[in-house]
């Protein structure tokens, strides 16, 4: 029974942390069609915010759930503003503009941190469930992220602003010839999924530490929920996490860790073979 | 450039690629002959790449599987058979089957672009968190440990054919990598200009028209996609016998190495490609000595600028500027000809310099 319960809140931090790391890439690739390359580095400068926030004496929950968003979504408007809007429409381009910038934010970062490994520790400490113990942060990292999409959710169905994002994903041009900025749009949007993913990067700070190079291990994981997820932002990454995420630690739970990344990257290619519009692209289509 | 100025450039390139190839070990320092190697072995990769994105429009992001699959199936079979001849062989037969499979899975399934780059990327993934999961006694092919992270150090040099006694020198295997380069590149441009390849190109161009005037673009894209695959395995056999075989071969920065060479050396072309990757190998080794400068920031910033100023790429940008000087037929400006293949890779880096100006006007 205990094992059970065990199982079963793994897999939902397992789906939590997937989702969370992809969200920041779902906002992006759903409302403009970016694929955002260099998603990985927003989650590593997130990461990053949070630690110098720290030793500067914020408040840890001040400077994950603020700072690093804020930080980050800057980076990311001045990231649109700068190399993206040039891009629009080509889809190959984009992804290898934000390949170069992921580089070049590594190249930045190990320059500036060092190629060192640093870490804050994770507050609230442990909890035992029977014979088993674990950590209150990763529970508390799944109300968070609950928290997150039901936000999203909430801010694109009942907001103006929502409606407006929504309106510029349909029909670019409609909405330009009703009086929208769509380049306004736009911009937002992608300082709205940089900040996301810097706040993604700030909440794993402590589970994970912080590399320059950690969002390697992210980016490609993020890209394939994202991708298998379909067009719909919020519905396709709660699904292709959801399953993705379960086949990961299930497979995990049953072989080895390395066997249940492979079954994820594996389950990806079948989905994406089967289903190659994504989840969304069959079932939930008028899902947000 | 007319049919008869092409022939005339191939053959010139032809010559001047040999004459290259033959003078540079007596040139360079062992050590630099070796790197030298890895460069061309690299540009065969690159190659292969050209090939199957810039003629065959696949955007394959995983070539780095093919190239990892070719250095150790290579390995394994030279430690096993303790004779490389065969394992040359296996190691372009192994990833060519794999990449038919992966097309087959992929083609039939009409999967396209950016779906194709996510699964041939998680294909690579996969072999990378593999083949690093296999430390450890338990994960041996017959004599060759895998090695896990570590990889196979010990990977053995290629020897004659059939004749075990004499393995080849370092100079040997320049001669046979810069000699396989010039092949594959002529052999590239033999098969763009057949029934085939102009086929393949065409459903490049355009898919649905190919496709409705009767022609199954599922095989030839598969039949491009294999060569590919083939080309890359070799590419991969003679990086393992300059270094040795390991997990990074099938890592992240391989693969996005190469299609950076592509993207600044030139979608379309084969030649920019190959140029491409040595030139920017040789810059980033060199900037990398700098202290304090690391050179993923100078990949990076490459990228950026190709993509924002000269998105075609440097050769097929030299390609507009040089018909704009041939209009006037007074300015004769030294625009580097096409047709000059493994010039060796000294020549390589001139050739790059007039990219910021192309980039300006096109």
Request: proline share 4%.
């Amino acid at each position: 029974m205990d094992l059970a319960v065990v199982v079963l809140l793994q897999v939902l931090a397992a789906v939590a942390s997937l989702a969370l790391i992809s969200v920041g890439l779902a906002v992006i690739f759903g409302m403009m069609r970016v694929i955002n390359l260099a998603h990985g580095e927003f989650i590593m400068l997130g990461g990053y915010a949070v630690i110098y926030a720290t030793r500067w004496g914020i408040n840890l929950w001040v400077a994950m759930l603020i700072v690093a968003p804020l930080f980050v979504g800057l980076v990311g408007v001045i990231v649109e503003r700068s190399v993206i809007r040039f891009l629009y429409g080509r889809m190959i381009d984009t992804m290898l503009a934000t390949w170069g910038l992921s580089l070049l934010l590594i190249g930045a970062a190990t320059m500036i941190f060092g190629n060192t490994t640093t870490g804050v520790s994770a507050p609230l400490g442990g909890v035992s469930i029977g014979q088993y113990q674990t950590s209150i942060y990763e529970l508390v990292l799944i109300v968070i992220v609950a928290v997150i999409l039901i936000g999203m959710m909430a801010i694109l169905r009942l907001t103006k602003l929502g409606l407006i994002a929504r309106a510029t994903m349909q029909n670019p041009a409609m909405a330009a010839s009703l009086g929208i900025s769509t380049s306004k749009v736009y911009s937002v949007t992608f300082g709205a999924g940089a900040a996301l993913s810097g706040m993604a990067g700030a909440l794993i700070a402590p589970l994970s530490g912080v590399l320059p190079t950690m969002g390697v291990a992210y980016v490609a994981k993020a890209f394939i929920t994202v991708i298998s997820g379909g067009a719909a932002i919020i519905t396709g990454t709660l699904s292709a996490s959801g399953l993705l995420g379960t086949l990961n630690t299930l497979a995990t739970f049953v072989a080895t860790p390395v066997i249940g990344e492979v079954a994820l990257l594996f389950a990806a290619i079948v989905l994406l073979r089967v289903l190659p519009q994504g989840i969304t692209g069959k079932f939930f289509r008028r899902a947000l | 450039m007319s049919p008869r100025g092409r022939t005339v450039a191939s053959v010139i390139g032809f010559v001047v690629s040999v004459a290259a190839i033959f003078v540079l070990p007596h040139w360079l320092e062992l050590f630099t002959l070796i790197n030298a190697t890895i460069y061309v072995s690299m540009a065969i990769m690159t190659l292969s790449l050209a090939l199957i994105w810039g003629y065959g429009g696949i955007l394959c992001f995983g070539q780095a599987a093919f190239f990892g699959l070719g250095g150790y199936t290579y390995a394994v079979c030279a430690i096993n058979f303790g004779d490389s001849t065969w394992a040359v062989v296996l190691a372009m037969v192994v990833p060519a089957l794999f990449a038919a499979l992966l097309g087959y899975f992929v083609f039939w399934g009409r999967i396209g672009d950016v779906y194709l780059g996510v699964i041939t990327l998680t294909m690579t993934l996969i072999f990378f968190k593999l083949f690093n999961a296999t430390a450890g006694d338990a994960y041996k092919i017959g004599s060759a440990a895998l090695g896990g992270f570590n990889g196979i150090p010990s990977t053995p040099p290629l020897n004659l054919p059939w004749d075990v006694g004499t393995a080849l020198a370092p100079e040997d295997i320049w001669y046979i990598a810069a000699g396989l380069l010039v092949l594959f590149y002529f052999g590239s441009r033999w098969l763009l200009s057949t029934s085939f390849g102009r086929v393949v190109i065409s459903i490049r161009e355009n898919e649905r028209r190919t496709e409705l005037l009767g022609y199954d673009i599922r095989r030839y894209k598969l039949g491009i996609f294999t060569i590919g695959g083939a080309m890359a395995g070799m590419a991969g056999i003679l990086f393992a016998n300059c270094v040795f075989v390991s997990p990074t071969m099938f890592s992240l920065f391989y693969n996005a190495q190469v299609i950076i060479w592509v993207t600044v050396g030139g979608i379309g072309t084969l030649l920019g490609p190959i140029f491409g990757s040595i030139a920017l190998q040789m810059i980033v080794a060199e900037l990398g000595t700098i202290d304090g400068l690391d050179p993923n920031l100078i990949l990076g910033a490459i990228l950026i600028l190709f993509v924002l100023l000269v998105p075609k790429g440097v050769l097929p940008s030299l390609r507009v500027l040089w018909e704009r000087f041939r209009k006037p037929p007074a300015v004769v400006e030294a625009s580097p000809p096409t047709g000059r293949p493994a010039a060796g890779a000294q020549k390589a880096t001139p050739s790059q310099q007039p990219a910021a100006d192309a980039g300006g006007r096109s």
